[in-house]
């Protein structure tokens, strides 16, 4: 990509150029991006994804990285950042924020106003939007459960999609059928409870991660989606997989469906011993287990 490029796409929003992918997940696993870009409007964000399709530029919207598992190749197109689309509103029992907030900051605000339906994501180190487009959960609790509508930009317009229209299931959306769409913000329904009773339970499954899974470390969170029949930590714990190692990844001896980055860890890594636990677990077990953590930029690999 040329110099004029940059020198565009500094009109239209701050660009870095040559990031590491790795800076960006929470995995730190993942080759260089050329350009990353932080648009700080959707007047701004709308004239960057209309000139990169009309150049046939790749490019990847990336919120906190918490799911991602990105390839060690270069990828060469721009990562788009909504880390400037961080506002939010509390309007009766609602809760209206953009891609860009933090949804732990915000399980923290709601509690202060009195307001309960967050507390499961008080953990998630992710943003509004990454949960939205990944459906994300955690005591048998899901965005899908307080979202009562996703404002999205698609087909180049700006329009909100009833919880309906958005295809949730058990960590999935619509949005990653279509990745050109690009969630805005989300409109949630929270209920009005007692702040002392929300901040307690919110401080009891703190003190439950801590103890169960391994923060020290960098993680992508749960690897695989948990069968119908059986919790995946139950099938690789049955495997013997507690401690395996592949490289510099590592299934963590805390809890058994996390992968750690343990030591320089490089995508491969990670992605075969993804792999291994699936044919050994689908071998014993007759089960094939799925992942649930993205991949992205691997040309080769479906």
């Not at 990285?65 to 309007?91: A, P, Q, T």
């Not at 967050?118 to 994300?136: D, K, Y």
């Amino acid at each position: 990509m040329s110099d004029d490029l940059l020198e565009i796409l500094s009109e239209m929003a701050e660009i870095e150029c040559d990031v590491p992918l790795a800076s960006m997940t929470t995995l730190r696993i993942g080759g260089p991006a050329k350009y990353v870009a932080y648009p700080d409007s959707t007047v701004a964000l709308d004239a960057l994804v209309r000139f990169l399709k009309e150049r046939g530029i790749p490019y990847k919207v990336i919120g906190k990285g918490s799911n991602l598992l990105c390839s060690d190749e270069v990828f060469d197109g721009v990562i788009l950042r909504l880390d400037k689309f961080n506002d939010y509103y509390f309007i009766g029992s609602s809760l209206i924020a953009q891609a860009g907030c933090s949804i732990i900051a915000l399980a923290y605000q709601a509690m202060k106003n009195g307001m309960s339906g967050l507390e499961f994501a008080s953990g998630i180190p992710a943003s509004v939007g990454g949960v939205t487009f990944m459906n994300a959960g955690a005591y048998r609790s899901s965005m899908s459960d307080v979202i009562d509508s996703v404002f999205v930009y698609r087909d180049g317009k700006f329009e909100w999609m009833n919880n309906d229209e958005c295809g949730f299931d058990y960590r999935k959306s619509i949005f990653q059928k279509h990745p050109d769409w690009i969630v805005i913000a989300a409109k949630m329904n929270l209920v009005p409870q007692d702040i002392n009773e929300i901040r307690d339970l919110m401080d009891s499954r703190r003190e439950r991660r801590m103890s169960s899974q391994p923060l020290d470390k960098p993680s992508a969170g749960s690897v695989f989606r948990n069968p119908e029949e059986i919790p995946a930590w139950k099938l690789i714990e049955g495997i013997g997989y507690r401690g395996k190692r592949v490289g510099g990844a590592m299934v963590s001896d805390k809890h058994v469906n996390f992968i750690v980055n343990e030591d320089n860890a490089t995508a491969r890594d990670f992605l075969t011993l993804v792999d291994d636990i699936k044919d050994r677990v689908e071998e014993k077990y007759q089960i094939r287990l799925h992942m649930e953590v993205e991949r992205f930029n691997w040309p080769n690999r479906k």
